[in-house]
């Protein structure tokens, strides 16, 4: 199966402070997303890659950034945290091309989240 | 991009067959519609996916009419472990640089 692993479930920063989220995927996926969830307003892109050193903003990249050094890993930074961004962060990932596939083999696969809090 | 616009919350009672409703309009040639669903505290997990007329798996059944501009999940016979939140996303399932787009999600609340 495909495993994708974020390496914090719980992170407590301070207002100001840089963080980094870090999501690493074992199945030689090209593709990786990074979501924000908050109440009410279900996930929402931050951002994505679909290779190594490419990025494209999702729908709310404002205060965030990224890093994709290496095909694997995907990193969400957050230069100075606000108390605005305290959320649960999801990464997910996907092969660049896909069969449909009754059992999901091919679709979007999620981490375990990171639930960040910024006092 | 295709926008998905589905009801923010469902109640139902165990036993009972709930069908929850996705619109997409402005869905494209090439896209299909998955259903993911998300327990607290973990990531949304694959449910179902299909592009046109009726899949159905050990898990859900997935309707989608000719004109593709919605689709129904339908879950049988509830449970209490069903209770979750079910988002439907629109997507095509080739190339890089997709920008997959989730809506608000369905909170489905099942009771005894």
């Known amino acids: 199966d495909v495993k994708v692993t974020q390496s914090s479930r719980y992170l407590v920063k301070r207002t100001g402070e840089k963080v980094f989220l870090e999501c690493v995927q074992d199945?030689?996926?090209?593709?990786m997303f990074w979501y924000r969830q908050d109440p009410g307003l279900g996930l929402r892109l931050i951002y994505f890659?679909?290779?190594?050193?490419?990025?494209e903003k999702g729908d709310i990249p404002e205060g965030y950034s990224v890093s994709r050094e290496k095909k694997e890993r995907f990193s969400l930074i957050l230069e100075s945290a606000s108390t605005n961004q305290t959320s649960m962060y999801l990464c997910?990932?996907?092969?660049?091309?896909?069969?449909?596939?009754?059992?999901?083999?091919?679709?979007?696969?999620f981490g375990a989240g990171s639930r960040l809090t910024v006092l | 991009l295709a926008k998905t616009t589905q009801p923010i919350s469902m109640d139902s009672y165990e036993g009972q067959e709930v069908n929850i409703t996705c619109s997409h309009n402005?869905?494209?040639?090439?896209?299909?519609i998955t259903w993911y669903q998300q327990f607290p505290s973990q990531g949304p997990r694959f449910i179902i996916q299909?592009?046109?007329t009726k899949v159905t798996n050990e898990v859900a059944s997935l309707f989608i009419p000719a004109d593709r501009k919605s689709s129904t999940l339908s879950l049988p016979r509830v449970s209490l472990s069903d209770t979750a939140v079910y988002y439907c996303?629109?997507?095509?399932?080739?190339?890089?640089?997709?920008?997959?787009?989730f809506g608000t999600g369905t909170q489905l609340k099942v009771e005894l």
């Open positions: 997910a990932s996907r092969p660049l091309r896909l069969r449909a596939s009754l059992s999901g083999a091919n679709v979007l696969t």
């Open positions: 199945m030689d996926h090209e593709n």
């Open positions: 890659s679909y290779d190594v050193k490419m990025k």
């Open positions: 402005n869905i494209a040639t090439n896209d299909y």
């Open positions: 299909g592009y046109k």
């Open positions: 996303l629109v997507g095509t399932l080739t190339g890089g640089g997709n920008k997959l787009t």
